[in-house]
C-alpha cells in the first residue's frame, strides 16, 4: 500500500505568520474565529507517532489536527463559535468568568501505512497570554472544533507521578513569544484503546520520546521550570494551595476540559464530538 504523507509547513499556520513569515518565529496569531489578534504567541510542535493502521481503522487518511483550548475573562474579546459550537448549560454560567476561546493548528493527513508506524510533524501557535489545554482532533473543516481523538496529559510535578493535567500554562511575555524558541513536545505516541470511544484516546507527555510542557516552561521566570517549581507564578502562594497557580486571573479548575459540558459523561467535552 503506498503510504502518503500530506504534510503543511509551519508557516502556513493560519493568521499565524511572524514577520517575516519565518516557520517558527512567534509573531501574532489569532483564534480559530479570527476575532482576536494576539501580540505575542508561542508555537508548540512535535512529531505524533500514529498507531497501526488496524487500530487507526476507519480514521486513517482522515485529517488529523492538534488544537488549544483556553479561557479568558469575560469581556477580554469575544472569541465563540456561534451557537453550534458554543458550551451549553453550566459551562455558560462559567463563561461569566471565563470564556473558552478555540486555536487550531494547520490540519495535517496521515497514512498510517501497512508496515511502520508513521511519525508526522505538528505544529499549533497558541498565545503566550492564554493558559491552554492541548488535543488530538479529527479536523470537521473550517474553524468549528474538531472530533476529539486524545486529550494531551501529563504530570504536574516531579513528586507526584500519579495525577495527570492537561492545563498549560500562560507565559509572561518575556519568557514568551518572539525571544523564544518554538516549544518541542518531541514524539508523541497516540494509543487508541479498542472498543473505546475516539476521544478517550491518551498521550501522555513526559513519557518515551515525549516532553512534558512543564519541563519546558518557566511561568514566572524565576529559572525553575513548572515541573519543579514549588511556586509556578511566583506570587508566594505554593502552587498546592493556589487556586490560580498559573497565575492568569482565572481559577485553574475553570480552565480545563473539564469545565466544559460534557452530558453524556464519556470524559469527552460536547463541543468535541
Ligand atoms: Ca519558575
Ligand atoms: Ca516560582
Ligand atoms: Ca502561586
Ligand atoms: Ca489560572
Not at 210 to 221: E, G, I, R, V
Given at each position: 500500500?503506498?503510504?502518503?504523507?500530506?504534510?503543511?509547513?509551519?508557516?502556513?499556520?493560519?493568521?499565524?505568520?511572524?514577520?517575516?513569515?519565518?516557520?517558527?518565529?512567534?509573531?501574532?496569531?489569532?483564534?480559530?474565529?479570527?476575532?482576536?489578534?494576539?501580540?505575542?504567541?508561542?508555537?508548540?510542535?512535535?512529531?505524533?507517532?500514529?498507531?497501526?493502521?488496524?487500530?487507526?481503522?476507519?480514521?486513517?487518511?482522515?485529517?488529523?489536527?492538534?488544537?488549544?483550548?483556553?479561557?479568558?475573562?469575560?469581556?477580554?474579546?469575544?472569541?465563540?463559535?456561534?451557537?453550534?459550537?458554543?458550551?451549553?448549560?453550566?459551562?455558560?454560567?462559567?463563561?461569566?468568568?471565563?470564556?473558552?476561546?478555540?486555536?487550531?493548528?494547520?490540519?495535517?493527513?496521515?497514512?498510517?501505512?501497512?508496515?511502520?508506524?508513521?511519525?508526522?510533524?505538528?505544529?499549533?501557535?497558541?498565545?503566550?497570554?492564554?493558559?491552554?489545554?492541548?488535543?488530538?482532533?479529527?479536523?470537521?473543516?473550517?474553524?468549528?472544533?474538531?472530533?476529539?481523538?486524545?486529550?494531551?496529559?501529563?504530570?504536574?510535578?516531579?513528586?507526584?507521578?500519579?495525577?495527570?493535567?492537561?492545563?498549560?500554562?500562560?507565559?509572561?511575555?518575556?519568557?514568551?513569544?518572539?525571544?523564544?524558541?518554538?516549544?518541542d513536545l518531541g514524539q508523541l505516541k497516540l494509543v487508541l484503546a479498542k472498543n473505546k470511544p475516539?476521544?478517550?484516546?491518551?498521550?501522555?507527555?513526559?513519557?518515551?520520546?515525549?516532553?512534558?510542557?512543564?519541563?519546558?516552561?518557566?511561568?514566572?521566570?524565576?529559572?525553575?521550570?513548572?515541573?519543579?517549581?514549588?511556586?509556578?507564578?511566583?506570587?508566594?502562594?505554593?502552587?498546592?494551595?493556589?487556586?490560580?497557580?498559573?497565575?492568569?486571573?482565572?481559577?485553574?479548575?475553570?480552565?480545563?476540559?473539564?469545565?466544559?459540558?460534557?452530558?453524556?459523561?464519556?470524559?469527552?467535552?460536547?463541543?468535541?464530538?
Open positions: 500500500m503506498k503510504r502518503t504523507l500530506m504534510l503543511i509547513p509551519l508557516a502556513l499556520l493560519t493568521g499565524c505568520l511572524g514577520a517575516g513569515g519565518e516557520a517558527g518565529i512567534a509573531g501574532t496569531c489569532s483564534d480559530s474565529f479570527g476575532t482576536r489578534t494576539y501580540t505575542n504567541c508561542r508555537v508548540f510542535r512535535g512529531r505524533l507517532q500514529l498507531p497501526h493502521q488496524s487500530t487507526l481503522g476507519a480514521e486513517e487518511g482522515k485529517a488529523f489536527q492538534l488544537a488549544a483550548i483556553g479561557f479568558q475573562a469575560a469581556g477580554a474579546g469575544k472569541a465563540d463559535g456561534g451557537a453550534a459550537a458554543k458550551p451549553d448549560g453550566a459551562a455558560t454560567k462559567a463563561a461569566d468568568k471565563a470564556q473558552w476561546v478555540l486555536f487550531n493548528g494547520e490540519p495535517f493527513a496521515a497514512d498510517a501505512g501497512s508496515g511502520q508506524q508513521a511519525s508526522v510533524p505538528f505544529a499549533i501557535m497558541v498565545p503566550c497570554e492564554v493558559s491552554v489545554n492541548l488535543a488530538l482532533q479529527l479536523a470537521r473543516g473550517g474553524d468549528v472544533p474538531g472530533v476529539q481523538v486524545a486529550s494531551l496529559r501529563f504530570v504536574s510535578s516531579s513528586a507526584d507521578t500519579a495525577a495527570t493535567r492537561t492545563l498549560i500554562p500562560a507565559q509572561p511575555a518575556a519568557s514568551c513569544g518572539t525571544r523564544s524558541a518554538p516549544v475516539l476521544g478517550a484516546g491518551t498521550i501522555t507527555l513526559g513519557q518515551g520520546k515525549s516532553k512534558n510542557p512543564l519541563a519546558l516552561l518557566d511561568t514566572d521566570n524565576d529559572q525553575a521550570f513548572d515541573l519543579t517549581d514549588a511556586d509556578d507564578d511566583g506570587d508566594g502562594i505554593a502552587d498546592i494551595s493556589d487556586a490560580d497557580a498559573d497565575g492568569d486571573g482565572i481559577k485553574d479548575s475553570a480552565q480545563t476540559f473539564a469545565a466544559l459540558d460534557d452530558k453524556n459523561k464519556d470524559g469527552v467535552p460536547d463541543m468535541f464530538q
